[in-house]
């Protein structure tokens, strides 16, 4: 198991992420960390969408760092 601080192996991933406070969300494609051996992966083919990071979408509470990919 990997420990903070050491090196890993990054993959591609994909999601759907804010460019700037208007809300709206486009494909977006970034680096995450290889999956661990004690850990699972799991592709998501729905999800809801807390009420929460609407306000992160538009930086409501103005401390959303864009781009924002919500519920990560």
């Not at 799991?42 to 959303?64: A, I, P, Q, T």
Request: aromatic share 12%; charged share 25%; proline share 4%.
């Amino acid at each position: 198991m990997q420990r903070l601080g050491e090196k890993y192996q990054s993959v591609e991933a994909f999601g759907w992420a804010a460019r700037d406070s208007s809300g709206h969300l486009s494909p977006f494609v970034f680096s995450r960390r290889e999956t661990g051996e004690e850990e699972v992966r799991v592709k998501v083919l729905y999800c809801g969408v807390c009420h929460s990071d609407l306000h992160c979408l538009k930086n409501e509470w103005h401390s959303s760092i864009y781009p924002l990919v919500p519920g990560e």
